[in-house]
Structures are given as C-alpha cells and as structure tokens.
C-alpha cells in the first residue's frame, strides 16, 4: 500500500494563477480531508469529504475548491493564488468505523510570489 | 476560541527522561476523540495516540501514554525513556463528536517542539 500520495512535492506560483494539488490514498478510506500548515498556526482544516460526491468546509475554504469523484481522489483547486496561500498542504485520510485517526501525506510545499 | 491549547512552545528533556507535553481541550460535546502526532523535521505526520472521551483507562502505545483528565479537559501526552529520535514538533488534536461525519475533521494545536538532549 502507498498509503496517502500527494503531488506535486513543492510549487512555486505567481499571484493570480491556478492550480490542483493531486492527493490519493488506496487504504478505501471514506473520509478524506485537506489541511494547511502555517508557521505557529498547526494544522487547520480547508475542505474535508465523507464520501464520494460528498463534501464540506472546514475552517479555513476561502480561496480552495474541492470535488470528489471517486473514494480514491481529493485535489484541491487554487483558483487565484494569493500570497496569503502560501504554505504546506497536508491531505489525510480516515476509515469508516474507527475513532478518526487521521493518515497523512507527505504533503506539499506551496509558493505564492 | 481555540479548541486545542497547548501552551509549551518548546520543552527540552535529557535522553532517557520522561516528559510530559500539555494540551487542554474545548468542547460541549459528551463523546469526542483526542489524538497525538508527531512531525519529525522531515515534515510528515504520524499517528502516536488515541484517547476516547468515555474510555475509562488512559491509552498507552509503547513508550507513549495519554494522561486522560476529562474533568480538567486536559489530554497531556507523556513519552518515558525519551530517545533522541523523539526530538520533533508534537501536535494534540480532537474530533468532535461520536463520529460518522466528524471523522474527517480535527482540529489541531499549535503544537510543541520536543528536544531530546543526550
């Protein structure tokens, strides 16, 4: 099992360009989520998903779109990138039935210039 | 409101010690999860603990364990015989209510860098 795969590893974008961040995961895990991480900040919750066709915001969705076609896919959209984008992307993944343990990424390192 | 606080930015330890890393919680619900994770400088994120709100014993996985005080609302994670490879950021976090469609939320601390000395 590759667990959780997200690409690309690092991006660097210019204000104004979009742009999706590949995650996939083949444990069949039913949730899926999105989260950024800023200095100081921890990790906090962009968009999540507890099925395929199913999705919701979490704390922080401004600026990010997601869509769910399949149980193994979850990009992430950046529509415009903004400078206050900038950061590391971390997509997990979590079964149905268990206590919520989430299974990470290794993410990806992400530039807005 | 933070639902997470943990208020050590950085804790150091002597090889061989235990330590012990504080996280406090908010919440109104009666059944949540609290989980710990590990961030090496490598930067991935890996799973150490689980405590569940109405599990009676604290939960223990090796050298880690989860000091559960429901009361207080703290879930403090104590790591004993400190290693140097446990030199990493340390982030508590909580899912919110039983399940089902919470399991893809957490919310996060802003976590507490862990230096193991020899």
């Known amino acids: 099992n590759a667990g959780v795969t997200q690409t690309p590893k690092f991006q660097v974008l210019k204000t104004g360009q979009s742009m999706t961040l590949q995650c996939a995961q083949d444990m069949n895990h039913e949730y899926m989520s999105w989260y950024r991480q800023d200095p100081g900040m921890g990790l906090r919750l962009i968009h999540y998903?507890?099925?395929?066709?199913?999705?919701d915001q979490g704390e922080v969705p401004n600026g990010y779109n997601v869509s769910r076609s399949t149980t193994e896919d979850f990009p992430l959209r950046l529509l415009s990138a903004a400078p206050s984008q900038t950061s590391v992307y971390f997509c997990?993944?979590?079964?149905?039935?268990?206590?919520?343990?989430?299974?990470f990424g290794p993410g990806t390192r992400l530039t807005v210039t | 409101a933070q639902k997470i606080t943990q208020t050590q930015p950085g804790m150091f330890v002597q090889e061989k010690e235990a330590v012990t890393l504080d996280c406090t919680y908010d919440t109104s619900d009666q059944s949540y999860g609290l989980f710990w994770y590990k961030q090496p400088s490598s930067g991935e994120m890996i799973f150490l603990i689980y405590?569940?709100?109405?599990?009676?014993q604290n939960a223990t996985e090796g050298r880690y364990s989860l000091n559960f005080q429901k009361a207080r609302k703290s879930a403090n994670l104590v790591i004993s015989a400190s290693q140097l490879g446990d030199s990493a950021m340390y982030f508590c976090a909580m899912r919110e209510g039983p399940g089902g469609s919470t399991l893809g939320r957490l919310y996060f601390g802003r976590g507490t860098q862990l230096t193991v000395w020899p």
């Open positions: 997990a993944s979590s079964r149905q039935g268990g206590p919520g343990e989430q299974y």
């Open positions: 405590q569940g709100s109405y599990d009676e």
């Open positions: 998903s507890v099925g395929a066709g199913i999705t």
